[in-house]
T-cell receptor, first 114, second 110 residues
Framework: ETGVTQSPTHLIKTRGQQVTLRCSSQSGHNTVSWYQQALGQGPQFIFQYYREEENGRGNFPPRFSGLQFPNYSSELNVNALELDDSALYLC?????????????FGPGTRLTVL | KQEVTQIPAALSVPEGENLVLNCSFT??????LQWFRQDPGKGLTSLLLIQSSQREQTSGRLNASLDKSSGRSTLYIAASQPGDSATYLC?????????FGTGTSLTVIP
């Protein structure tokens, strides 16, 4: 059984560009959550997807958007990148019925905005 | 809005010491509390989960307690080892969201 994987590992973009980050959830997991972790900070909840629908959102602007696909993999899209978007982006998947208890985290994508 | 604070921000101890990490939260209406470990540049690994109706959980050398009424949790690590060096994060679930603290960076010196 493979764990949660994320791609790419690292990414460098410039201000104003758009970026797409990808997450493959663990087999059988139907809930995916995305977090932003700035350097020296704890993860901040961006949003959660359950069976292809957004199922909760943190305090992030609309330029942060997401998708979940029928195979439960997910994308995080960020438009009009800003310098403050530089962070480690983590996704986490949860088995059915456990999304408030159990999250398996991927290794993250390190995004640098210049 | 739920706010989670962790003290201290960093801690350095010699191998073999017992230590306590602290976590406090402002809204006592939590569903559960978890302690995670994060190694540099890596994702998070869950260590202990305490449901809101529980007072403590134990796993090996780790013991976590929860006092919901006072908004506090502690993580006790017994007989620390160099392999315990990492950042330790606590998180509470309120509503349907996880709220994380800023973490305690632990260094165990051989």
């Amino acid at each position: 059984e493979t764990g949660v994987t994320q791609s790419p590992t690292h990414l460098i973009k410039t201000r104003g560009q758009q970026v797409t980050l990808r997450c493959s959830s663990q087999s059988g997991h139907n809930t995916v959550s995305w977090y932003q972790q700035a350097l020296g900070q704890g993860p901040q909840f961006i949003f959660q997807y359950y069976r292809e629908e957004e199922n909760g959102r943190g305090n992030f602007p609309p330029r942060f958007s997401g998708l979940q696909f029928p195979n439960y993999s997910s994308e995080l899209n960020v438009n009009a990148l800003e310098l403050d978007d530089s962070a480690l982006y983590l996704c986490a998947s949860s088995p059915p019925g456990t999304e408030l208890d159990t999250q398996y985290f991927g290794p993250g994508t390190r995004l640098t905005v210049l | 809005k739920q706010e989670v604070t962790q003290i201290p921000a960093a801690l350095s101890v010699p191998e073999g010491e017992n230590l306590v990490l602290n976590c406090s939260f402002t809204d006592s209406a939590i569903y559960n509390l978890q302690w995670f470990r994060q190694d540099p540049g890596k994702g998070l690994t869950s260590l202990l989960l305490i449901q809101s109706s529980q007072r403590e959980q134990t796993s090996g050398r780790l013991n976590a307690s929860l006092d919901k009424s006072s908004g506090r949790s502690t993580l006790y690590i017994a007989a620390s080892q160099p392999g315990d060096s990492a950042t330790y994060l606590c998180a509470v679930v309120t509503g349907n969201q996880f709220y994380f603290g800023t973490g305690t960076s632990l260094t165990v010196i051989p």
